[in-house]
């Protein structure tokens, strides 16, 4: 006997009984904007859900935004898919919780390319909270439009997701690229980063070598050499920021000191 997807029966049974703090990281998910906690296996689809809304140009709050909450869910009793860190809430107060009728802010052409979103496997990853109307686990209607729940398991996951080629002239086409991340964008990168050094594989997969020779790419320009590629990055590599001076000392208050 299978267990509904979605309902809390069946988030326990692969996501885990919730409020489980070894399996919850903080990662950056978009590039717009600062990291969320989130379950260590459902970062990926967080960043497909996060680049879908950063190219159709939906502001994300981070202030208003946020994904792990040791909680019950709303209406109900049992653990709250936030408890399992697989829901995101986004502006949570332009998207309230409603028991009569959807209220948001967010354009139905989003929502429906999020509901299509697939693994690149063709494992539909996520439902969205605002179409709900009696969800599995509380009795009465209720809208959540806020709500942004994962619907495959971590062995669907896996497969990932794939990023696209992106638009060096349209930033909102740049994705944040992380460890774990695959596809034409990252592709893209490496091909960058084959200019500054022979042993990058143009593989399109965002590895440990990648995300070194990352980091030795933002030293050498003087960028955070934290290893994730975010505007910064991306701007620096796209403008062909030329090398700082070998030994070139960081830039200081003092750099234009009067004469
Ligand atoms: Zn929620």
Known sequence: MTATVGSSAWRAEFWGPGCDPAVIVAKNWVITSGKIQCHKNAIRAFRALGRIMVRRGYVIRRDVTGCYNCRPITGGTAPSAHSQAIALDVNWDTNPYRLDKVVTDVPRALVEEVQSLTTDQGVKAFRWGGDWDGRPD???????????????????MRAGFSIPAINEED??????LDLDEKGEAVRHLQWYLALERTDIAQDGYFGPKTAAAVRDYQTSRGLPADGVVGYGTWTSFISRQPLLAQGAATPTKNQHAPV
């Open 138 to 156: 509380t009795r009465q209607s209720n809208y959540d439009a806020m709500h942004w729940e994962i619907i495959c398991t971590p062995e669907e």
């Open 171 to 176: 930033r909102t086409t740049w994705p944040l």
